[in-house]
């Protein structure tokens, strides 16, 4: 493949967010599952961990319970007396064909532990664990694995779409459906299905978002 080849493929995936009814061969989300752990991460600890959703019942029930999270947030707007929080028009999850859930196991590596216990006496410790925190290779790692994975999939001819915003109101009741560990946390889920879509989205040109440094 060459650069015009690879750039066609990266510029023509897009979030989809509207399906065809038809199935998901499973082949081929192991196949873009296990392409996508070939992702740099964060001392190759491979930390990540990857639930392939093929039962509408459960899709539906993660749908459900995100739809409850996000009326209870828009009912908390409507008290403070906030705009309107933007509940979506519909429940776009409940007609996924199928989902990968993301998970990061929440194993502390050592360094944190000696920061975290030095952290209390030492200013400069401190400083770098409050670093630590923001450079998280945790959430990095696993964000380049889900990188690859969309742009596989879409490789497939499959169209997904990179949600954290379903989570940020029911990631507690999405864990317990899919039995995840407690030293995990789903810090994604991917809807996939055969799109029934084709938008367009532009981007900034990289003059605006890069400069270099000589
Ligand atoms: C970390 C992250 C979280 C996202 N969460 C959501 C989400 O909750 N709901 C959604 O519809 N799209 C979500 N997206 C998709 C973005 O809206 C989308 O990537 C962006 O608008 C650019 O569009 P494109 O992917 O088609 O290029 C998320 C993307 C990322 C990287």
């Not at 996508?36 to 991460?41: F, I, Q, R, Y």
């Not at 009912?75 to 705009?83: D, I, M, R, T, V």
């Not at 944190?112 to 770098?128: C, G, P, S, W």
């Not at 694995?145 to 990179?162: D, E, N, P, R, S």
Request: proline share 7%.
């Amino acid at each position: 493949m060459n650069t015009e080849e690879l750039a066609g493929l990266i510029k023509t995936r897009r979030s989809i967010r509207v399906w065809q009814d038809k199935p998901v061969p499973e082949g081929l989300l192991w196949q873009a599952v296990e392409l996508a752990t070939w992702a740099p991460n964060g001392a190759n600890a491979q930390n990540w961990h990857f639930y392939i959703v093929l039962n509408r019942d459960l899709i539906k029930s993660i749908a459900d319970v995100v739809a409850q999270g996000m009326r209870l947030m828009a009912s908390w707007f409507q008290q403070q007396g906030a705009a309107a929080f933007p509940l979506p028009r519909e429940n776009l999850l409940a007609k996924a064909p199928a989902m990968i859930a993301v998970g990061i196991w929440r194993r502390e590596y050592p360094r944190e532990k000696v920061l975290a216990e030095r952290a209390k006496t030492d200013e400069k410790a401190a400083e770098m664990l409050q670093w630590g925190s923001v450079l998280n290779p945790r959430l990095q790692s696993v964000s380049a694995a889900i990188a690859y994975l969309l742009l596989v999939l879409h490789q497939m001819g499959l169209g997904a779409t990179w949600m954290t915003g379903p989570l940020s109101v029911a990631k507690g009741e999405v864990e317990k459906i899919l039995n995840v560990p407690s030293d995990m946390d789903i810090v994604a889920i991917i809807p996939v299905g055969y799109p029934a879509e084709s938008p367009t989205r532009e981007r900034r040109p990289v003059s605006e978002v890069c400069e270099v440094v000589r």
